[in-house]
């Protein structure tokens, strides 16, 4: 039997209603390993290829032919906003068969909530953090809502592999099956997986499975792909020359922007006009001020604003007013977002996107270039590269246009190697041991020390937690009240750890800042942090503002609508870049070869950069001399290899070598005065490199290293080594160390940049 014939008639019906002629490829293994396998499944295909329905048409197939007698299927998503646009598909897809689907995260009523609660059944759409909630609350009723769960279905499983979240996403699920006694299959749906094996590995954790993982042949798509630079002020590279294979623009103009508009605004504003878009940025500050740029060259020129924004920080008003308007065919609207918009809601028709600068990962540019291209468009972005014009007298590694290279160096490893980020899944998760040891305490109530240790250590992403260290957590935490010994010498929550408990703030492992709400008359536009005194102005929502009233007790920011430009502050957005993005880099500095989506002004920025790389000898020689005892280091290492080098040459190496000024741009130099002589700068580093130490020795004597949300209430010795032991990448380091010392280290060519 096919998998078509095998489907239950209503998903055979909602097929021939939807039109489609055949089964997708990732459909039919789909069906095949979730209907003639018990094990976990981890489905990997293009954005837009049909990897929910693949999942769902097999799993409400099951269903029809043997009803769940509570919650069935939980399907996890990251965002609010993919939840909502599930929810619809998922609706449309059940209603027939009458299986009830529920959405709940912290938008959604508490009446549909209720109803789920009387009548667990059917499927579950649910984010992270609002599972937290659910556990932690309704503990109690966890065997009556999924005493019967079969499936829990993980979407953009890749975007919960690179930190806390998806280790308490893992956590949840294993605290969750244990309370109610079931041991669910899993499924992970993504688009953009590094390692296929070792997020199968992630996936069946813990559930005694191993995972199915269907290789399908990805067929070949036609990118519609340019790179263009601009230099924010002054001219431009390539003023009176003609790059030779420059990529001419893809489209003409539809608009004409304002005399003296930001070149690289300017022309995004004029390629936007009559389109539906969407601009991508990296950070919410950089949202803020992109869209009030645009809005403002709208108003100059007389036009209706055009322009919408989205990011996290947000309020649900004004995300949902983004997300309809992305939706609806009519309406011609671009909008200017963060990674909020990334992942894989169906925004519609969208025309093509554009990267404000260079996004960290491949995996993130595969996502934002996923966003476009569905019904049967080609998928189409538009970098736009912008940096302010180096000064004359600037110094080697301001001269480089890293963000273009960068750029450059992420296309390139997916064309060539189609390569993407692995998932980190070895770090030492002690934020996330407390935060899960104080949810553990929380829904279960008093438990001897043992039976905590035996819960929470238990859980398969605890693999590399001791139980030494876990004696020393806790010992911590009943000297800080975040737990107490009952008089039966068993723990409950203390009065700090019920203050961290109960705000709404706690069911996220993720670091946020502290948040204000912004308010205009009866409109709540956002959120900030670290808001002005009255009389300031911010901007938020595309929009400026002045502050009238800051409510500092209720964390309320009162503002009025006023022009002009200001930045904007949502806190820290640091990126975490691979190694290899930083070696092909260079290579992208060292080769010749033009690429076919390089426009004008970009080759011609390339080009300088190139001739500035082959004159200073930055990519075959580590080490350039600036002039006199000025010294720039070039690892070509990822940030936390980066981090480590840095801290290596501060601690073990600067004394003896008689370094001062250490002055990095990371990941890519480190600028910073040396007496002694270049041969001794690696001999030294190769001598210490050599040497046993302990990774701790690369922490500073008085730093306690606060890298995740809850690392605050740690004992100070975890928070040192989860930084030393599980941020820092020594391995990378020290082989880099080792190349440079058997490479290098011998030559006696001194080279100078003047």
């Not at 404000?356 to 491949?362: C, E, G, L, R, S």
């Not at 009065?495 to 709540?524: C, H, I, M, P, W």
């Not at 959120?527 to 007790?553: L, M, N």
Request: proline share 5%; hydrophobic share 40%; glycine share 6%.
């Amino acid at each position: 039997m096919n998998i078509f014939d095998r489907y239950a008639p209503f998903v055979q019906d909602f097929i021939y209603r939807n039109s489609w002629e055949s089964l997708r490829a990732i459909q039919v293994a789909a069906g095949d390993a979730i209907f003639n396998t018990d094990e976990n499944v981890l489905l990997s295909a293009s954005t837009a290829s049909g990897k929910t329905e693949a999942a769902f048409f097999p799993i409400l197939t099951l269903f029809s032919e043997d009803m769940p007698k509570s919650v069935g299927a939980i399907y996890i998503g990251p965002l609010k906003a993919l939840i909502n646009d599930q929810f619809m598909r998922l609706n449309d897809l059940c209603e027939e068969a009458e299986i009830p689907v529920w959405h709940w995260h912290g938008d959604v009523s508490a009446s549909h909530k209720a109803k789920m609660l009387k009548n667990p059944s059917g499927i579950l759409q649910i984010t992270p953090e609002s599972l937290e909630a659910l556990l932690l609350h309704k503990h109690a009723a966890i065997a009556k809502l999924f005493g019967d769960l079969r499936f829990i279905v993980i979407d953009e499983v890749h975007s919960l592999m690179r930190g806390d979240r998806g280790g308490q996403t893992l956590c949840l699920i294993e605290r969750l099956s244990k309370a109610a006694g079931v041991n669910p299959r899993r499924i992970g749906l993504s688009a953009t997986i590094g390692d296929l094996e070792e997020t199968g590995k992630f996936l069946a954790s813990g559930t005694g499975r191993g995972t199915v993982i269907p290789r399908i042949e990805a067929k070949g798509v036609k990118w519609r792909l340019s790179m263009e630079h601009f230099y924010i002020s002054g001219k431009q590279s390539a003023d009176g020359k003609e790059p030779k294979e420059a990529l001419p623009v893809l489209e003409n103009a539809t608009d004409t922007a304002p005399e003296n508009a930001d070149p690289g605004l300017g022309y995004v504003f004029e390629h936007t006009r009559g389109k539906k878009c969407l601009v991508f940025v990296n950070s919410r500050e950089e949202c803020e001020a992109v869209t009030t740029t645009l809005r403002s060259y709208c108003e100059a020129k007389h036009e209706p604003n055009r322009f919408l924004i989205h990011h996290g920080n947000l309020s649900q008003s004004f995300r949902e007013t983004a997300e309809a308007a992305m939706k609806d065919d009519d309406f011609s609207m671009t909008t200017v977002t963060t990674a909020t918009l990334e992942l894989g809601i169906d925004i519609g028709r969208l025309e093509r996107a554009f990267q404000i600068d260079a996004p960290f990962t491949v995996s993130s540019f595969l996502q934002r270039m996923g966003r476009t291209g569905r019904r049967d468009l080609p998928p189409e972005m538009w970098f736009v590269m912008r940096e302010e014009q180096p000064e004359p007298r600037a110094m080697l590694p301001e001269t480089i246009p890293w963000t273009l290279i960068q750029g450059i160096s992420l296309v390139q490893l997916y064309l060539e190697e189609r390569w993407v980020e692995p998932p980190k899944l070895d770090r030492l998760p002690y934020s996330l041991l407390y935060h899960q040891t104080m949810c553990t305490l929380a829904s279960c109530g008093e438990m001897t020390p043992a039976a905590l240790a035996s819960r929470v250590l238990t859980l398969s992403y605890f693999h590399r937690i001791t139980k030494d260290d876990f004696r020393i957590m806790l010992r911590h935490l009943l000297e800080t009240d975040h737990i107490q010994r009952t008089e039966n010498g068993g723990l409950i929550l203390g009065l700090a750890g019920e203050r961290e408990v109960n705000s709404f703030k706690f069911y996220a492992v993720f670091k946020e800042n502290e948040e204000y709400t912004v308010r205009s008359d009866s409109q709540e536009l956002g959120t900030i942090v670290k808001p002005p005194p009255p009389g300031e102005k911010i901007a938020i929502a595309g929009q400026v503002w002045v502050v009238t009233e800051v409510d500092h007790k209720h964390h309320l920011v009162y503002c009025e609508e006023v022009k002009g430009k200001v930045p904007a502050y949502f806190g820290e957005c640091p990126g975490d870049i691979n190694t290899k993005v930083l070696e092909r880099m260079r290579e992208s500095l060292r080769e010749n070869k033009t690429y076919p989506y390089v426009m004008a002004n970009a080759a011609a920025r390339l080009e300088q950069a190139r001739h500035t790389a082959v004159n200073s000898h930055m990519t075959e020689e580590p080490l350039i001399n600036l002039g006199g005892d000025m010294w720039c280091l070039f690892p070509w290492l990822g940030s936390y290899a980066f981090l480590a080098m840095e801290r290596f040459i501060k601690i073990k190496c600067a004394a003896k070598l008689g370094i001062k000024g250490v002055d990095s741009s990371r990941p890519y130099f480190i600028r910073f005065t040396m007496k002694a002589s270049r041969e001794d700068f690696f001999r030294t580093l190769a001598e210490e490199a050599e040497k046993p130490f302990d990774p701790m020795e690369l922490v500073y004597p008085k730093e306690i290293p606060l890298f995740e949300k809850y690392d605050d209430f740690l004992p100070a010795e975890l928070v040192k080594k989860g930084f030393a032991y599980g941020i820092l990448s020594m391995t990378e380091m020290k082989e880099r160390i080792k190349d440079w010392n058997g490479n290098i280290a011998n030559t006696n060519n001194h080279l100078t940049y003047g």
